[in-house]
C-alpha cells in the first residue's frame, strides 16, 4: 500500500520559532509538493522538487524554505513562524510516468498553529 | 488571473441527481487534468484524470476535455450522499483550483 507520511498531525508552535515539517514516502517517486490548504483557498503549493537536492518555488514560498536531501524525504521549513501561517499542510509525492496517470499521493495532513 | 478557477459553490443536489462541476484554466499549454476528490478532515484522493478532449467514462464519473474553451468538468450521474464531498481540479503541474464543495442530501 502506497505510503506518504508526515511527522505530525497537530502541532502547536511560538511565534518566532523555526519549525520543521517533514515528509517521507515510500514509493520512490521522483515529485513531491509541500501545501497549504486554507478555508475558500484551496490547495496552495508552497515548494516542489523533481529530484534529490532540487527544489522550485510555488506560489506562495515567502517565509517558507525546503530541504531534499534524500529521495524519500522532503522537509517544509519556516523559518521564523508567524500567525498568518496557521494553517494545514499537505505533502504529495507523485512519480513521472512515460505514459498514464501522473497520480499524486498525499500525506495526512498537519494542522500547525502558531501562537 | 488565478492559473484554476472553480465555482466554490456549495453545490446541493438531491440524490440520484447528476451533479456538475466545472473547471477552467488559463495555461493553453495544459495537457493533462486531473479530479480529486476530499473527504472532510482528509486528504486529497484521485478519482479522474483525463488528457485528451472529449469525454471519459469511468463507473457513476464522467470527465469532459474541451482545450479549445479551456474548460474541464467533471459530472457524477445518480449521485449518493456518499458523494459529498470537495472535488479539486488539478492540471499536471500540480497547481489546484480552490475546489467545489459538494452535498448529495437523501
Known amino acids: 500500500d502506497v505510503k506518504v507520511t508526515q511527522s505530525s498531525r497537530y502541532l502547536v508552535k511560538r511565534t518566532g520559532e523555526k519549525v520543521f515539517l517533514e515528509c517521507v514516502q515510500d514509493?520512490?517517486?521522483?515529485?513531491m509538493f509541500w501545501y497549504r490548504q486554507d478555508p475558500g483557498l484551496g490547495l496552495r503549493l508552497i515548494y516542489f522538487?523533481?529530484?534529490?537536492?532540487?527544489?522550485e518555488k510555488g506560489d506562495i514560498p515567502e517565509g517558507y524554505s525546503v530541504s531534499r536531501e534524500k529521495k524519500e524525504r522532503f522537509s517544509l521549513i519556516l523559518e521564523s513562524a508567524s500567525t498568518n501561517q496557521t494553517s494545514m499542510y499537505l505533502c504529495?509525492?507523485?512519480?513521472?510516468?512515460?505514459?498514464?496517470?501522473?497520480?499524486?499521493?498525499f500525506g495526512q495532513g498537519t494542522r500547525l498553529t502558531v501562537v | 488571473q488565478k492559473e484554476v478557477e472553480q465555482n466554490s459553490g456549495p453545490l446541493s443536489v438531491p440524490e440520484g441527481a447528476i451533479a456538475s462541476l466545472n473547471c477552467t484554466y488559463s495555461?493553453?499549454?495544459?495537457?493533462?487534468f486531473f479530479w480529486y476528490r476530499q473527504y472532510s478532515g482528509k486528504s486529497p484522493e484521485l478519482i479522474m484524470s483525463i488528457y485528451s478532449n472529449g469525454d471519459k467514462e469511468d463507473g457513476r464519473f464522467t470527465a469532459q476535455l474541451n482545450k479549445a474553451s479551456q474548460y474541464v468538468s467533471l459530472l457524477i450521474r445518480d449521485s449518493q450522499p456518499s458523494d459529498s464531498a470537495t472535488y479539486l481540479c488539478a492540471l499536471n503541474d500540480m497547481r489546484f483550483g480552490a475546489g467545489t464543495r459538494l452535498t448529495v442530501k437523501p
Open positions: 522538487s523533481y529530484d534529490v537536492k532540487m527544489k
Open positions: 495555461d493553453r499549454g495544459s495537457q493533462s
Open positions: 514509493m520512490d517517486h521522483e515529485n
Open positions: 504529495a509525492s507523485s512519480s513521472t510516468p512515460r505514459w498514464g496517470s501522473r497520480e499524486a499521493f
